[in-house]
């Protein structure tokens, strides 16, 4: 053994767990608010990260997780770094990671039990969808053993792989992120370099990547190779895998700078009313004319700017006199019956939805209209583009800069309608390691204030029998009375889909469904261009 500190492992696991039969779990009860993306798949899926050390395994874990958690797939990373680090409370050496210390491979092996239960726990009795493993998973031995305990529980794997041979970008990630690591904390530059660059080295003894000719050829994957100059994919098995992978080949990490503001203050912000399709006030107009000598002053490098296909946002982007593209989906979010009303008037006119709106605002639709559910489908695209591209400006509206903001700051379904987002400001979005960092910057223009704090009570005069999920315009389809039976559906093994009518209760699987068959295999080299 080396110098390490004697290890404490918190938590006990039967070594053999993975192998053993596993037990019937019980009926899933949770109060996590799970979208329409928690029904893309028809199982649990578990990603498993594969990689040395420094190769973005945890920035993509992250990152993947903050995606799918926003578009409704309930994701949960689960870093077996801090398992290790709660198992060996001091780090000493790179010793410990040598494949021939016999001690340290056995608590390795032990936290990696332990994190596999929670990832159980996770996805049987929590409500979660997908559960990211991050990892290096490096060996064939660590990668069968993770096959294995998915096959007991019926769950789905794909595996995420990140090979990487650039010095300058291992040399840059270990900087900027294993510096401030827990497992150094003095903080010393050389040290922490030399010490990692030897880590690193105690895996290449055993690392055995992904084999897509022969060992590895039926499993489902994707090898990110050097920061997404190429990918190579195969055997994708279903809807929301294609997702991972169409994301994981748009993201990027280059220093870029993303702002944010919405349109100058309209005819409509000053009369109360929402939505219309309304120009500037003059203090509108006096805001557009400060934006373009902020945006001047700043000389952003190949700033591109967008706007929705409303006449604030355009009237905004005409006068900073710069090119500019308009999209439909940056439009905000629809009102239906309720467009350029007062919420006093809507109050007064629609008792009954007012209510509805106030005791479930990210769920619930405006009649002919949209929720803000439905605003976070419609503005996937965006997110997908402004992954892809370098500096952008995007001028747009209260609800959408909620949905596009609780994206990049990580915020909750329950968070995000509530997110204040003032006219007359701009938020800057730079990325980070593992977020974002957010400036709040005034261009100290009055406007109205159109934010709705919110309420503290839902009381409201709605009968017990209509909540928020039994009512026609929710986002989530309704049944068609309280008492309706739904009928089970056919799912694979291990899939227990939410009941969206709000039991909240899972059905269960009929006894002898078949597994989904997954599609045939294939494999696809795509240069990123």
């Known amino acids: 053994m080396s110098g390490d500190a004697a290890p404490v492992v918190r938590r006990q696991v039967n070594s053999n767990s993975c192998s053993q039969e596993s037990k019937p779990s019980n009926l899933r009860v949770s109060e996590k608010k799970c979208s329409w993306a928690s029904y893309m798949t028809n199982s649990p899926t578990l990603i498993v990260m594969i990689g040395l050390p420094a190769r973005g395994k945890t920035y993509v874990s992250k990152k993947l997780t903050r995606y799918l958690n926003w578009i409704g797939v309930p994701t949960k990373v689960f870093n077996l770094g801090v398992y290790r680090r709660e198992a060996v409370q001091s780090y000493k050496s790179y010793d410990f990671f040598r494949h021939d210390n016999e001690e340290a491979m056995r608590i390795r092996k032990q936290c990696a039990l332990v994190a596999l ?118 055997r994708v098995q279903d809807y929301i895998q294609s997702k991972i992978v169409y994301y994981l080949m748009n993201i990027h990490v280059q220093p870029r700078t993303i702002y944010l503001c919405r349109h100058g ?22 805001f557009a004319q400060a934006l373009k000598k902020f945006i001047q002053e700043q000389e952003i490098a190949d700033l591109k700017v967008w706007t929705s296909q409303l006449k604030r946002t355009i009237q905004t982007a005409e006068a900073l006199g710069v090119p500019y593209e308009q999209w439909k989906i940056l439009n905000e979010i629809d009102a239906g019956v309720c467009e350029e009303m007062t919420y006093e008037e809507i109050q007064r006119k629609y008792p009954e939805e007012f209510a509805l709106r106030t005791q479930e605002k990210y769920l619930y639709r405006y009649p002919g209209g949209e929720s803000y559910q439905d605003l976070v489908q419609r503005l996937e695209p965006v997110i997908m583009e402004l992954e892809r591209q370098g500096n952008v400006l995007v001028i747009a509206h209260q609800a959408v800069m909620r949905c596009l903001l609780a994206y990049f700051l990580d915020k909750s379904a329950d968070e995000l309608p509530y997110l204040r987002c003032p006219l007359h400001a701009i938020l800057k979005l730079t990325p980070v ?26 009381t409201n005069n709605l009968s017990k029998s209509q909540t928020p999920l039994r009512m026609r315009r929710n986002s989530f389809t309704p049944l068609a009375s309280s008492d309706t039976v739904k009928r089970p559906r056919n799912y694979s093994v291990g899939s227990q889909p939410l009941n969206p009518a709000g039991s909240l209760l899972f059905l269960e699987a009929r006894d002898g469904a078949e597994q989904q068959k997954p599609q045939d295999s294939v494999q696809v080299v795509i240069p990123l261009f």
């Open 433 to 458: 390691a593992y977020g974002c960092k957010l400036e709040i910057i005034s261009l100290n223009i009055e406007a109205v204030d159109t934010h709705r704090d919110k309420p503290t009570s839902t």
């Open 265 to 286: 203050e309209s005819e409509c912000n000053l009369v109360s009313k929402i939505g219309g399709d309304s120009g500037l006030s003059p203090r509108g107009k006096q």
């Open 117 to 234: 239960e929670d990832v159980k726990v996770y996805l049987m009795e929590e409500c979660g969808q997908i559960a990211v493993f991050d990892a290096t998973n490096t060996t064939r031995e660590r990668r069968d053993l993770i096959l294995n305990f998915a096959k007991e529980n019926s769950f789905k794997v794909f595996f995420v792989e990140s090979v990487c041979d650039d010095p300058e970008v291992i040399a840059a990630n270990i900087l900027e992120v294993k510096v401030s690591s827990p497992d150094y904390p003095e903080r010393n530059r050389e040290n922490v370099m030399e010490d990692f660059l030897k880590r690193i080295e105690c895996y290449k003894v055993t690392y055995q990547p992904l084999d897509p000719v022969n060992y590895d050829k039926d499993l489902s994957f994707i090898k990110v190779i050097n920061v997404g100059q190429r990918f190579l994919v195969n």
